[in-house]
């Protein structure tokens, strides 16, 4: 059975439930891309969850570009256009993620997760969501015992 902030032994989702509330009692609900166990993982390893966070860049490659890639892409080897654009873009989605992270005071994003949604031939956008996190104590050096069904 896991053990919470307390050393209390916890039984039931139920009493999970009810530690949690009890956290963001003193700080208000955050939003979270968290499960409940990592929720309780972060926890205890003396972080608070913020908020979830995101940041997005919409990409187009234009006419010229598109024609080009699409020349390119007859033959083999790397579109290097292409590949150019979409790391600009990821590092684009990451920059405005941590920026809103650092308007959130956090120390660190996590569970973090990168999405290239293509909008159409030349459009595509890349989302990077995760959860803000700050450090607020020292790591509970608890064993935790998993239950696997």
Do not use: C
Not at 31 to 36: F, G, Y
Not at 48 to 69: D, K, Q, Y
Not at 92 to 116: C, F, T
Request: glycine share 10%.
């Amino acid at each position: 059975m896991p053990l919470f902030g307390n050393n209390t032994q916890l039984t039931s989702m139920g009493e999970v439930e009810e530690e949690i509330q009890k956290l963001q009692q003193d700080h208000g609900a955050a939003t979270s891309n968290l499960s409940a166990m990592d929720f309780w993982l972060v926890t205890d390893a003396g972080y608070r969850p913020l908020g979830f966070v995101l940041g997005n860049s919409v990409m187009s490659m234009g006419v010229s570009g598109g024609i080009a890639t699409a020349f390119k892409g007859m033959q083999r080897g790397e579109l290097k256009q292409l590949t150019q654009l979409m790391y600009a873009a990821r590092e684009l989605s990451l920059q405005r993620m941590k920026a809103e992270a650092d308007a959130l005071g956090a120390d660190a994003v996590i569970n973090v997760q990168i999405e290239i949604i293509h909008r159409s031939e030349e459009i595509m956008e890349v989302v990077a969501t995760g959860t803000a996190v700050k450090k607020v104590g020292e790591p509970q050096n608890r064993p935790v015992t998993l239950q696997v069904k």
